[in-house]
C-alpha cells in the first residue's frame, strides 16, 4: 500500500475539517469518514472539490465511489460482494484497506469503510 | 414575493465569471422584520443573490442540461451591513467542476469597498429527486434571464454573443 507523507495528510486533514467541520483532532488516519467524522454524500464532492484544488489533481468519480462494482449482480449475491467482487474492488482501489470489509462484505456497509489513512493513500498515488 | 436577489447581470463569460448588481431599497419587505429600527438586507440574501448569479454561470456551462442547486455555503463572511440605499456589486468566478457538481467563488462590493466574500458549492440533482425534468416551467427561466439581462452581456470563451438556448 502507498504510504503517504506528512504533508499530504496536514493537507487532506485541512480539506476534511473545511468540508466537515470537524476538530482537528478528530482527524486522525484510522478514522472512518462516515462514522467518525459525520460525513454525508454531499459532503464526499466537496471533500473531492477541496482536494482536487489543494493538490493540483483531478478525481474521476468512479475512483473513489466504485458503484458500477456494487451494483453489478455480477460481483453482488444476496447483498453481500463476492470473492470475483472483492477482487474487483481490490484492482479499483489499491489504495484501501479493504480487509475488514472483506470479513463481511456486506454492500450496505461499503458506505462507512474509508478511512482518512485511505484518503490519503489515494492522494498519494495521485501525486 | 419574486425570489430573485439580483437586479441586473451585467457580465456574464461562459465558463468563466458573472457579474451582477443588487440595489438595497427600503421598500422591500425582507428588510422590515429582520432586524427593528435598523434595516438592512439579511446577509443570507446576499449569498442567495450571489447563488444565484453563479447557479446561471454553472447551469451555462453545462449547457443547461443540469439541474443546478445550492449544495453547500463553505465560507460566507461580511464586511459591512448592506443598507437601503446601498448598491451592491457582485463577482462569481467558477473555480471547480465535478460531473456531480461545481463550486463557485464570489465577493460582494459597495462603494468600492469589499462588502463580502463568499464560498458556495452546487450539486446536480438527479433525474427524480424532487422532481422530474426541470426546475422551470417551460420558458420561465429564459423570461428570468431576459428580465435580468443576461442575454445583453453574455458572451462565450472567444468573446461572441451567446444564444438564447432553446434548453430553457
Known sequence: MTQYSDEVFEKVRTALVDALGVDDDEVTPEATLVGDLGAESIDFLDIVFKLEKSFGITIPREELSPEDILTNSQYVKDGSVTPEGMTELKQRMPWADLSKFEQNPRVQDFGNLLTVGDMCNYVATKI | ?168
Open chain 2, 1 to 168: 414575493m419574486r425570489w430573485f436577489w439580483i437586479d441586473r447581470f451585467t457580465e456574464f463569460v461562459s465558463g468563466s465569471h458573472a457579474c451582477g448588481i443588487k440595489n438595497v431599497a427600503l421598500d422591500e419587505e425582507v428588510l422590515d422584520d429582520y432586524c427593528l429600527a435598523y434595516p438592512y438586507l439579511p446577509p443570507t440574501l446576499i449569498v442567495e443573490g450571489m447563488a444565484q448569479l453563479g447557479g446561471i454561470l454553472v447551469a451555462e456551462h453545462f449547457d443547461w442540461e443540469q439541474r443546478v442547486v445550492l449544495a453547500k455555503i463553505g465560507k460566507a463572511v461580511y464586511h459591512r451591513p448592506a443598507l437601503p440605499g446601498d448598491q451592491l456589486r457582485y463577482q462569481v468566478r467558477l473555480e471547480g467542476t465535478q460531473d456531480h457538481g461545481a463550486t463557485i467563488v464570489g465577493t460582494s462590493h459597495c462603494d468600492g469597498e469589499l462588502q463580502a466574500e463568499i464560498e458556495l458549492m452546487f450539486a446536480f440533482l438527479e433525474q427524480g429527486r424532487f422532481a422530474e425534468g426541470s426546475l422551470f416551467h417551460p420558458g420561465d427561466l429564459a423570461i428570468m434571464l431576459r428580465t435580468m439581462n443576461l442575454f445583453n452581456v453574455a458572451v462565450d470563451q472567444q468573446g461572441n454573443p451567446l444564444a438564447i438556448s432553446d434548453k430553457i
